[in-house]
Nanobody, 122 residues
Framework: QVQLVESGGGMVQPGGSLRLSCVAS????????MAWYRQTPGKERELVAS????????DYRDSVKGRFTISRDNAKNTVYLQMNSLKPTDTAVYYC???????????????WGQGTQVTVSE
């Protein structure tokens, strides 16, 4: 079955960095776009970044542009989120997602990881 397992979260001071990883299994990873989302209590999950199957196309929400970088290693079935210059407003649970569609292509079921907590605080 499809599994998405995130790691790399933790607590960091403002201005610090973290790298999140999401290891995928149960589907041909290299043929699917992937995405990172985040959620804070009382708010809806929001898209942070997405990456095409080959890694040639990436998109970011405006608030993380220039600070976060999404990448993938298809040989390792892993998608990454490098987060630099972290701010307290980046505090959230971060989720890896295989979206149900991307670029007009229907991917079928929607899959999420279990999430990893990122806390940015003094």
């Amino acid at each position: 079955q499809v599994q998405l397992v995130e790691s790399g979260g933790g607590m960091v001071q403002p201005g610090g960095s973290l790298r999140l990883s999401c290891v995928a299994s149960g589907f041909p990873f290299s043929t699917y776009a992937m995405a990172w989302y985040r959620q804070t209590p009382g708010k809806e999950r929001e898209l942070v970044a997405s990456i095409s199957s080959t890694g040639s196309n990436t998109d970011y929400r405006d608030s993380v542009k220039g600070r976060f970088t999404i990448s993938r290693d298809n040989a390792k079935n892993t998608v990454y989120l490098q987060m630099n210059s972290l701010k307290p407003t980046d505090t959230a649970v971060y989720y890896c997602r295989r979206p149900p569609e991307y670029g007009g292509r229907d991917y079928g079921p929607d899959y999420w990881g279990q999430g990893t907590q990122v806390t940015v605080s003094e």
